[in-house]
């Protein structure tokens, strides 16, 4: 009777996840096949009379030579090596702090969600208004300890730096409820032990915390990176990629070649190009976990 | 109380003032604008309390655009996709956790891998689709590509839930004359009760937040959902800050209820999935 009951089991399994697997079948394996395909045609819904011809790597070719896509990259990296690790720092500082003995747990506890829940486009909004050069209030701030006003949001240096700014608030409280996880998950007696070896703050911190802490900040870390680079809402709602396009992300360029100019063939191309390269990220990440799951 | 102690109190008590204010800085900031006049606004230099309040920016919120109607959208798109992937995700966590499935780590692992896809490159197909079939500016639109987007989570969720129900209970179950899938929804789903609302929070407000797709997909303006139709305030160059402030207000508020009242599952949730943030 066993092997039959195993079986049934079985059957039974792939029962119960056939609605995942038509759910991605629909919604993420067909999309990333038509979009891998798509890729290699000319499809410009403004340009009809077209009709969409094969093209082999023409749209890649195209990227290669287009100084707007460079651009685009360049400072989808500039955001993913400047908030990655700045929502880090930001964000162990806040899980430090709030790991400590509080009496009441709920407002810090609260004041770590709320980042969190707040849509992106909301906080580039939000943000956006805080750097406002005559009404804002980081402007106001400034000006009161006599320092001259600054073009936030109009100069590209400076829009980038707010852009920054807003995605490691946005970002870091995230990070800092995964870490706090991760600190209280180490046990006390560590502590006490050191404590009783004389060692300080500083050294239970480099010597405890820090190596305890390595497998939460590597998971946080992956996410924050995977999520940077497709960032897209805070510079949309910021600064809509301007000025000109100085603060335009890859993901934007590609929703503006797609769903504003109409070039399906071409959006296509740049869109096979981010997924490679989330691709990269992600398998470095379920590397991680595998060898994780085979230590367990 | 000695001088060490009330030294080491106030130390505690800044530590937790400065992440109170990191968190909250922003709401309250919106929220006393939403409560401030036009013309206030637009003095120099700016007020930071409003100086004599008005409930008027909220009428005007509802009035100016179809603030209502952006929020029923957000309710209806939010709602129906965190059944759905309430459902599903919790059929997959069965079998991942309870059935002995082979290469479940391998399957782990990959729906992991969905919830890392680049939302923007599947935004360029999923559009095409859409437009082929016929479901632009109709719900299933979003619908659908939400609850695929916190399946991955929402399972992880359920499945770290499942695994610490004794299987003796369900083996009981079906001595008396339970089926399988009797024993999921009668015995297991109950007893995982916290585990299904968990899921069920982030699953919605995954949805609620989400801005691409919704830009994308429900293009009309009476089907905008909340996090759009925020936006829509805006003229191209005029910023109605007060208007937009208490539009904002109505729009986080719901959310910051849900989390404030669940605080320590969503948490709990967050720190089990390793969600995206």
Same mark, same amino acid.
């Given at each position: 009777?066993?092997?039959?009951?195993?079986?049934?089991?079985?059957?039974?399994?792939?029962?119960?996840?056939?609605?995942?697997?038509?759910?991605?079948?629909?919604?993420?394996?067909?999309?990333?096949?038509?979009?891998?395909?798509?890729?290699?045609?000319?499809?410009?819904?403004?340009?009809?009379?077209?009709?969409?011809?094969?093209?082999?790597?023409?749209?890649?070719?195209?990227?290669?030579?287009?100084?707007?896509?460079?651009?685009?990259?360049?400072?989808?990296?500039?955001?993913?090596?400047?908030?990655?690790?700045?929502?880090?720092?930001?964000?162990?500082?806040?899980?430090?702090?709030?790991?400590?003995?509080?009496?009441?747990?709920?407002?810090?506890?609260?004041?770590?969600?709320?980042?969190?829940?707040?849509?992106?486009?909301?906080?580039?909004?939000?943000?956006?208004?805080?750097?406002?050069?005559?009404?804002?209030?980081?402007?106001?701030?400034?000006?009161?300890?006599?320092?001259?006003?600054?073009?936030?949001?109009?100069?590209?240096?400076?829009?980038?730096?707010?852009?920054?700014?807003?995605?490691?608030?946005?970002?870091?409280?995230?990070?800092?409820?995964?870490?706090?996880?991760?600190?209280?998950?180490?046990?006390?007696?560590?502590?006490?032990?050191?404590?009783?070896?004389?060692?300080?703050?500083?050294?239970?911190?480099?010597?405890?915390?820090?190596?305890?802490?390595?497998?939460?900040?590597?998971?946080?870390?992956?996410?924050?990176?995977?999520?940077?680079?497709?960032?897209?809402?805070?510079?949309?709602?910021?600064?809509?990629?301007?000025?000109?396009?100085?603060?335009?992300?890859?993901?934007?360029?590609?929703?503006?070649?797609?769903?504003?100019?109409?070039?399906?063939?071409?959006?296509?191309?740049?869109?096979?190009?981010?997924?490679?390269?989330?691709?990269?990220?992600?398998?470095?990440?379920?590397?991680?976990?595998?060898?994780?799951?085979?230590?367990? | 109380?000695?001088?060490?102690?009330?030294?080491?109190?106030?130390?505690?008590?800044?530590?937790?003032?400065?992440?109170?204010?990191?968190?909250?800085?922003?709401?309250?900031?919106?929220?006393?604008?939403?409560?401030?006049?036009?013309?206030?606004?637009? !003095?120099?230099?700016?007020?930071?309390?409003?100086?004599?309040?008005?409930?008027?920016?909220?009428?005007?919120?509802?009035?100016?655009?179809?603030?209502?109607?952006?929020?029923?959208?957000?309710?209806?798109?939010?709602?129906?996709?965190?059944?759905?992937?309430?459902?599903?995700?919790?059929?997959?966590?069965?079998?991942?956790?309870?059935?002995?499935?082979?290469?479940?780590?391998?399957?782990?692992?990959?729906?992991?891998?969905?919830?890392?896809?680049?939302?923007?490159?599947?935004?360029?197909?999923?559009?095409?689709?859409?437009?082929?079939?016929?479901?632009?500016?109709?719900?299933?639109?979003?619908?659908?590509?939400?609850?695929?987007?916190?399946?991955?989570?929402?399972?992880?969720?359920?499945?770290?839930?499942?695994?610490?129900?004794?299987?003796?209970?369900?083996?009981?179950?079906?001595?008396?004359?339970?089926?399988?899938? !009797?024993?999921?929804?009668?015995?297991?789903?109950?007893?995982?009760?916290?585990?299904?609302?968990?899921?069920?929070?982030?699953?919605?407000?995954?949805?609620?937040?989400?801005?691409?797709?919704?830009?994308?997909?429900?293009?009309?303006?009476?089907?905008?959902?909340?996090?759009?139709?925020?936006?829509?305030?805006?003229?191209?160059?005029?910023?109605?800050?007060?208007?937009?402030?208490?539009?904002?207000?109505?729009?986080?508020?719901?959310?910051?209820?849900?989390?404030?009242?669940? !605080?320590?599952?969503?948490?709990?949730?967050?720190?089990?999935?390793?969600?995206?943030?």
């Amino acid at each position: 009777m066993k092997p039959s009951k195993d079986l049934s089991e079985r059957a039974l399994g792939w029962l119960l996840l056939a609605p995942v697997g038509i759910l991605l079948a629909l919604i993420v394996i067909y999309p990333v096949g038509q979009l891998i395909y798509s890729s290699f045609f000319t499809i410009r819904l403004t340009e009809p009379w077209l009709g969409t011809p094969f093209v082999g790597l023409e749209n890649y070719a195209k990227a290669w030579e287009d100084e707007r896509f460079w651009g685009a990259l360049q400072n989808t990296i500039l955001y993913i090596a400047i908030t990655v690790p700045g929502s880090l720092a930001v964000g162990l500082g806040l899980a430090m702090l709030a790991n400590l003995p509080f009496k009441r747990k709920w407002p810090v506890r609260l004041a770590l969600l709320l980042p969190w829940a707040l849509p992106l486009v909301f906080a580039g909004l939000i943000f956006r208004w805080f750097f406002d050069f005559k009404l804002g209030f980081v402007n106001d701030f400034i000006t009161r300890f006599g320092f001259d006003p600054v073009p936030w949001l109009t100069n590209p240096t400076m829009a980038k730096i707010a852009i920054c700014i807003t995605i490691i608030w946005k970002s870091s409280s995230f990070m800092a409820l995964v870490l706090l996880a991760g600190l209280q998950s180490i046990p006390k007696s560590l502590y006490e032990a050191a404590e009783v070896d004389g060692a300080s703050k500083w050294v239970q911190f480099k010597e405890i915390t820090l190596p305890m802490l390595v497998p939460a900040i590597f998971v946080a870390l992956i996410f924050r990176t995977i999520t940077a680079i497709q960032t897209f809402d805070i510079p949309y709602a910021m600064t809509g990629g301007g000025p000109g396009d100085s603060t335009e992300t890859l993901a934007m360029y590609i929703h503006k070649n797609t769903l504003d100019f109409l070039d399906f063939g071409y959006g296509s191309a740049l869109a096979t190009i981010m997924f490679v390269v989330s691709i990269v990220a992600t398998s470095g990440y379920l590397r991680y976990t595998q060898r994780s799951a085979g230590r367990d | 109380m000695n001088l060490a102690e009330m030294k080491t109190k106030s130390m505690v008590m800044l530590a937790g003032l400065i992440v109170v204010v990191n968190g909250f800085f922003p709401a309250v900031w919106i929220f006393f604008t939403s409560l401030k006049t036009e013309s206030e606004l637009l !003095q120099f230099p700016i007020t930071y309390i409003p100086r004599d309040p008005t409930l008027v920016n909220y009428y005007q919120a509802f009035t100016e655009k179809p603030l209502h109607l952006f929020i029923l959208n957000s309710v209806i798109v939010a709602g129906a996709s965190t059944i759905i992937t309430v459902f599903v995700a919790a059929l997959a966590a069965y079998a991942l956790t309870r059935l002995k499935m082979p290469k479940r780590n391998l399957l782990m692992s990959l729906l992991l891998a969905v919830s890392m896809f680049p939302l923007i490159s599947l935004i360029v197909p999923l559009f095409q689709v859409m437009r082929e079939i016929g479901l632009l500016n109709n719900y299933l639109s979003l619908i659908l590509p939400y609850t695929v987007l916190s399946l991955p989570v929402c399972t992880l969720v359920m499945a770290s839930f499942f695994q610490d129900i004794s299987p003796d209970l369900e083996a009981a179950a079906m001595v008396d004359g339970c089926t399988r899938v !009797q024993a999921l929804f009668k015995i297991v789903m109950p007893l995982a009760a916290p585990g299904v609302f968990t899921a069920a929070i982030l699953a919605f407000v995954n949805a609620w937040d989400e801005f691409l797709l919704a830009l994308t997909f429900l293009s009309r303006e009476s089907m905008r959902t909340l996090s759009v139709g925020i936006t829509l305030y805006q003229g191209e160059f005029a910023f109605p800050w007060p208007l937009i402030s208490a539009a904002l207000i109505v729009a986080i508020v719901p959310v910051c209820i849900l989390i404030a009242i669940f !605080q320590e599952r969503v948490v709990g949730g967050l720190t089990a999935g390793g969600v995206k943030g």
